[in-house]
Each structure stands twice: as C-alpha cells, then as structure tokens.
C-alpha cells in the first residue's frame, strides 16, 4: 500500500511543478515578445530584397536583348532532355504494341493451326496416310 501512496505522491507533485513552470513561462512571454519581433524583422531582411533590386532581377535582359550562353544551353538542354523522354515513351509504347500484336498472331496461327488438324482427325477415311505423309516433292 505504502508504494501506491509513493506513487501518487511523485505523480502529484510533478503535475504541481510543471504546471508552476507553465505559469513562470506565461508570465514572460511580454518580454520575449519584443526579442521575437526583432529576429523577424531581421529574417525578413534576409528572405526579401529591396524593390529596385527585385526588378533587376527580373529585368536582368529586354526582350529583344540576345540571350546569354549560359540561358541558350539551359533551354537547349531542357529540349534535348524533353525530345528524348518523349522518344523513351513513344519507342516503350511501339514495343508494347509489337508485343500484343506478335502475341495475337501467335494465338491465331495456334488457333487455326488446331482446326486444321481437328479437321483432319474427322475426315480421315483410315485409307490413306496422312497428309503429311502424302505430299508430292518435285
């Protein structure tokens, strides 16, 4: 029994000090307020630029200025890279196609290929070989 006691005493008295810390932090919030206020303003000084240097960087070249070497093989590079991804898809899509196509066939040649002997099995007569058997070679 004593242990339970124990128990719920530590328990009890770590809800009592934690909720006395609560409070201690509550009461200086006021203070810490103001040190946030600054580092905010100071982060957004590094995230946003000035307004004239914003327009720069997004007026760095008219339109009918040439563009630079560098923007010229990006946007090569970037066509090149589409080009052979849209090659890669449409030569996945033949295969695909060739495959299903060439396994139809397949399915076919099996299909008649078992008339054909059914049909023969029927017609048979016992007196002659078989077809296969009666072939004339020239």
């Known amino acids: ?11 009890f008295s770590a809800v009592v000090l934690l909720s006395i810390l609560r409070e201690g932090t509550g009461a200086s919030v006021g203070t810490t307020q103001a040190a946030e206020e600054e580092v905010s303003e100071d982060a957004k000084q590094k995230i946003f630029m000035q307004e004239s240097d914003a327009s720069n960087f997004l007026k760095r070249r008219g339109k009918r200025s040439p563009k630079s070497r560098d923007e010229v ?60 058997y009666n072939r004339h070679h020239i």
């Open 73 to 132: 093989n990006a946007e090569n590079r970037q066509k090149l890279r589409a080009d052979e991804l849209r090659r890669e898809y449409y030569e996945e899509q033949r295969n695909e196609f060739e495959n299903f196509v060439e396994e139809q066939n397949d399915e076919q040649e099996e299909r008649s290929r078992e008339a054909v002997e059914q049909w023969r099995q029927w017609h048979y007569d016992g007196l002659h070989p078989s077809y296969l």
């Open 1 to 11: 029994m004593t242990w339970k006691q124990a128990l719920l005493l530590s328990c």
